[in-house]
């Protein structure tokens, strides 16, 4: 189980948000600029919360007096960019930070990306650079993924694939899984739970069939 519940002072606001989450899939939705992506950033450790505490599996990464560092969070987080390195080949990017070398490959036989491995990432589609971006994210074998309009970047026809991807892999892997969209198409289809998030608030919540 995840459990956030954080305050952080931003430029045009204070950031205020609560929420708790199991083996689903949960989606931040909002307008631009409404705190989404610094909810991730905080959960992940790039950004310090003011106030609050963020718990994964019962186990404290922030408090009052605590501070996890990021490599030892143990959660995957799948940039809106990708963020690549695009230096290092594909599976130079997908080691990075991997756990198990089998995890790895079976991973990218997964993705269907194995006929990758050697490529760098300007040689590479924006589709293919979101798969190699979560296998990347998944052979760390995170207890949570966090997903930065990963889709928003993709044709209709890849978009469509990498949805299926998601929850197929999410069924498999069972861990909580946190998405930022503007698409609310996107959220219905993916979301277990929808939270509305405006000016740094939790406004509203829906959860599946969103009637």
Known sequence: MLEVSVQKQLSHF?????????????????????????????????????????RLQERTLFAEKISQPIQKRNIGYLFQDYALFPHKTVWKNIAYGMKDSNLARGLMQELRIEHLRDHYPAQISGGEKQRVALARALATAPNLLLLDEPFSALDDSTREKSHAELLRLQKDWKIPVILVTHSREEAEKL?????????????????????
């Open 191 to 211: 979301g277990d739970r929808i939270l509305f998030v405006e000016d740094g608030k939790l406004v509203r919540e829906e959860t599946k069939n969103f009637s």
């Open 14 to 54: 204070d950031l205020h948000i609560s929420f708790t989450t199991d083996a689903e899939i949960i989606v931040l939705f909002g307008p631009s600029g409404s705190g989404k992506t610094t909810v991730l950033d905080c959960i992940a450790g790039l950004v310090k919360p003011d106030n609050g505490f963020i």
